[in-house]
């Protein structure tokens, strides 16, 4: 078994690490001490299972595996986080507790073990994910790879979104980011406050919209501070003229 | 009777006591009874009958004011139903007027001229009772709405220490779980492979911990004092972070027995470490300086943090609001605290006036 640890704490590293080396199938493939790091060792390793903590510099341990297309086995170690720990229950993937005891550790290495022959455990963590995005718990930034680089977009810093066959493409004054995530997804995280969804396929920071033109017949279009015209559905256009207060 | 206005505005004073009040009152009623007496000596009635009258129309009077008083001490007329007011005072005046009448009348029966006197006068006793019962009316309103205000705001005074306290106690609990739960997580590695570093760690722990819970009351400590505290947790962080932290402290001598609250600097440092550990992903230093001006002292901590990640909007924090907040109940000031942040690198200065 290939196991890939990410922690920013050497020192919990090294716990995992002296725990695991009773376990002889196991081998230790990579250390990383940030997400940035995990992520270039599961492409590079393709590890069996990997040990994640949450608080880490730079993105978090949930922000990093949604950064993988096919995230491995999680066992998540974390010292104090309630909302985490009520998520981990809720979708049944392992964690453990820092500090955590050997017979713990093996309990949940060993569960890891006889799961894996019935079902496997990355549906859970996907599910997990899911949740936790859902909840909306972090939606200050949004995290997205382009080729091999790892951009951190603050969520101030969009200014509208467009939908992009199975994905979404982030637009700022940086330029344009995909995500593989959904037009729904986006439309939950960033709330009512800001954004307003004025056509199926696109968001609109309602701050960037200039002026609204009538469009063919029944649809509009926003112009926006930078230029851009966005088509406004006509169900997307009572929304638009309610948030702005027309 | 006019003598008795001299008495109501004593009373509004409020500073008396009540046993003054009281020597007041009777004195005042003692002054309105010889004075009127002595107006009716000088009609031309015999001294007893001047005094009786006055002693009967004052004493009556003084029952009337009671009345009026103590009816205004639990019903107080909304505002602005003056003439509620004028209405019952009149009631109070002719019932006063009827029965004093009624009193004199009896018990001096033996002369018609003061008879006739007695009926011809009750127009000016009538108005004049009206001024005082109005009067003494108008000041028991006064009074006892004061007196409720002072009420209200030794509650509300009351209300916002216990609330203050309460809060203080809250923002001083800023010693994290996360904190406490991953350094006994280092340890845990340690013992295994460096038992003398362990216990070393368990030591600073120990002694930070406690340092934490020696500091529950709000008495000042020494700038030197807190930080001595401070590395203690400087130095647990580091055995977590490993090489990735170092810290850089200076200050002057003056500065080492300047005051401020105890527990103020951790949650600063603590933000400092967390954002420059969480934001970049090299070597973190933070340093904290230290310097006295006339009557403050000034402490400043800096950590490097990543603009792109978080934008300095954002930057003010997890634990700084909360030193703010503590900072305007002890000091009632809002601008001892500012945050900046300037070239991938965030400055806290914290403003600790010296009384």
Redesign the interface.
């Known amino acids: 078994m290939r196991v890939v640890l990410i922690d ?5 590293r ?2 995992v690490n ?1 725990y695991l080396r009773s376990w002889t199938d196991f081998e230790i493939v990579k250390e990383c ?2 997400g ?1 790091e995990g992520v270039k060792a599961i492409a590079q390793h393709e590890p069996d299972l990997i040990f994640l903590d949450i ?4 993105i978090n341990g949930f922000e990093m595996l949604e950064l993988i297309e096919q995230p491995p086995s999680v066992i998540f170690t974390t ?3 309630e909302y985490a720990i009520k998520a981990f229950e809720e979708h049944a993937v392992d964690y453990l ?3 955590f005891t050997k017979e713990r550790f093996d309990k949940a290495v060993q569960k890891w073990m006889d799961q894996r022959v019935v079902t496997l455990p990355k549906q859970n963590t996907k599910q997990l994910l899911d949740h936790i995005q859902n909840s909306s718990l972090r939606n ?2 949004v995290v997205v790879k382009t080729g091999t680089k790892i951009k ?1 977009i ?1 969520v ?1 810093d969009i200014l509208f979104l467009a939908a992009d066959d199975d994905y979404v493409k982030i637009h700022t004054s940086e330029g344009s980011f995909l995500k593989n995530k959904t037009m729904a997804y986006f439309e939950k995280l960033l709330g009512e406050d800001d954004f307003v969804r004025v056509h199926r396929s696109y968001i609109v920071r309602i701050n960037e919209i200039t002026r609204i033109d009538p469009y063919e017949k029944e649809s509009h279009l926003a112009i926006l501070k930078s230029g851009e015209k966005i088509p406004v559905s006509k169900t997307g256009y009572p929304k638009l003229r309610q948030v702005l207060g027309l | 009777m006019s003598q008795r206005q001299s008495n109501n505005t004593d009373l509004n004073n409020g500073v008396l006591s009540r046993n003054k009040i009281l020597l007041v009152i009777v004195q005042c009623i003692v002054a309105s009874i010889l004075s009127q007496a002595a107006i009716l000596l000088w009609f031309g009635f015999t001294f007893q009958i001047s005094l009786l009258d006055g002693a009967v129309s004052n004493l009556l009077l003084t029952i009337a004011c009671y009345l009026i008083g103590n009816n205004l001490k639990y019903y107080r007329p909304e505002k602005n139903r003056y003439l509620l007011m004028l209405m019952y005072c009149s009631i109070l005046a002719i019932l006063w007027l009827l029965i004093n009448n009624w009193v004199l009348d009896s018990i001096i029966l033996n002369d018609p001229l003061y008879a006739e006197f007695l009926y011809n006068s009750l127009p000016i006793r009538f108005f004049i009772g009206l001024l005082i019962i109005g009067l003494m009316a108008m000041i028991s309103v006064v009074w006892y709405t004061q007196e409720d205000q002072k009420e209200t705001e030794k509650r509300k005074i009351e209300a916002e220490s216990l609330a203050r306290d309460a809060e203080l106690y809250n923002l001083r609990q800023q010693l ?3 904190f406490l ?2 350094s ?7 013992i ?2 460096r038992p003398e570093e362990a216990r070393k760690m368990i030591h600073q722990l120990s002694d930070f911990l406690r340092g934490t819970i020696k500091k529950e009351d709000q008495q000042p400590v020494s700038f030197i004092d807190e930080l001595e505290h401070l590395q203690l947790y400087l130095e647990i962080e580091k ?4 090489h ?1 932290l170092s810290a850089e402290i200076s200050y002057n001598d003056a500065c080492k027995i300047k005051l401020l609250p105890p527990m103020l600097l951790q949650p600063i440092v603590e933000n400092a470490i967390k954002f420059g ?5 090299g070597i973190v230093t933070i340093s904290i300086f230290a310097e006295c001006h006339e009557n403050e002292l000034q402490i400043t901590v800096q950590n490097p943090y ?1 603009p ?4 300095p ?2 930057g003010t924090g997890f634990g700084l609001s909360g030193v703010k907040r503590r900072l305007h109940l002890l000091f009632g000031r809002t601008d001892l605290l500012e945050t900046t942040a300037y070239s991938h690198i965030f400055t806290t200065l914290v403003k600790i006036p010296q009384t």
């Open positions: 920013d704490e050497p020192l919990a090294s716990v002296e001490n940030d940035f608080q880490m510099p730079k010292a104090f986080d507790l820092k500090p200050e930034r951190i603050p101030n | 994290q779980p996360h739960f991953n006994l997580n280092s340890i845990t590695a340690l295994g492979s055995v977590r972070f490993g990735r550990l969480y934001d970049t992903t990543d792109d990640t978080n934008r909007k954002h």
